[in-house]
């Protein structure tokens, strides 16, 4: 009877050590990634376009966006409510892939009535510290990589609201799609950029510091223009490796799973001997 008891004992610890061990494993997994991350993968093979197989093995980040505070007309009534973000950095290039739904493809400005459909990337000048996110300030100035179907690629630099200039020389690739139609529809554009492109007020792409990146969507259908956007708040590249990324946040589970593991265990051997202690 005390063999069948002690049986008994082993099996539901070890039950309960399985549920237990599952769900804390389970946990990290589902949410391993801190919420403003975006994850880098190496590149494999040339991902400069939207359509490139490769871009099937780089997972995607789905960033959200709202309505840029401005004070231009209707600022407030924006239509783009997020963006698939995908990163990867191989042979010396950066390359980015952002996709949208817009059920229209905006592509000419040509009339005071027309908006063109429209994207941008946001880093800082300096890598090192956050500039403010409403395109930076004039002692912490950004880079912005710009695509628009009427213009195709800018590379710019700004140090706040109204102060936004072109670089001579675009050292930004940029290649687009429009795929779908009706709700189903959307735009993809992947940037490419050489990782150590040089040049003053250039953003250093860094090889162990993380870097701070926005968005900034424009839908012309919408009437959305120049300060009428929806926009991210800052996000990042996790290029450092550092506390905040999942390596780290999986080890600390990990110690979790096994602590709790280990209480689950001590407690069961305590009700047996208990048992045993009352016969």
Do not use: C
């Amino acid at each position: 009877m005390a063999d069948r008891d002690h049986r008994r004992t082993v099996l539901a610890a070890a039950a309960v050590t399985l549920l237990v061990t599952l769900s804390a494993v389970a946990a990290p997994m589902a949410s391993a990634r801190p919420a403003h991350e975006i994850p880098v993968s190496p590149a494999t093979g040339d991902l400069g376009e939207p359509t490139a197989d490769g871009w099937d093995d780089v997972p995607a980040a789905t960033v959200a966006l709202a309505s840029a505070p401005s004070s231009v007309p209707n600022a407030d009534q924006t239509s783009v409510e997020r963006v698939h973000v995908q990163a990867a950095r191989g042979d010396g290039r950066l390359y980015l892939r952002l996709q949208w739904q817009d059920a229209t493809r905006d592509v000419s400005a040509d009339d005071p009535r027309e908006f063109a459909d429209s994207v941008a990337v946001q880093f800082p000048v300096n890598a090192s510290s956050r500039p403010p996110i409403a395109m930076g300030g004039p002692d912490n100035r950004v880079n912005v990589w710009y695509w628009s179907p009427p213009t195709g690629t800018e590379e710019l630099l700004a140090g706040g609201a109204g102060s936004t200039t072109s670089f001579p020389e675009s050292s930004v690739n940029a290649s687009a799609v429009h795929r779908g139609s009706g709700a189903n529809a959307t735009w993809t554009v992947v940037y490419t950029r050489e990782l150590d492109a040089a040049g003053e007020n250039r953003t250093t792409v860094p090889e162990t510091r993380d870097l701070d990146v926005a968005f900034a969507v424009w839908n012309g259908s919408n009437g959305e223009r120049s300060g009428q956007k929806a926009v991210s708040e800052w996000h990042y590249f996790p290029f450092s490796g550092g506390p905040e990324g999942p390596p780290y946040q999986a080890l600390l589970w990990s110690v979790a799973g096994v602590a709790i593991v280990g209480v689950v265990a001590v407690t069961a051997f305590g009700v047996h001997r208990a048992r045993g202690g009352m016969r």
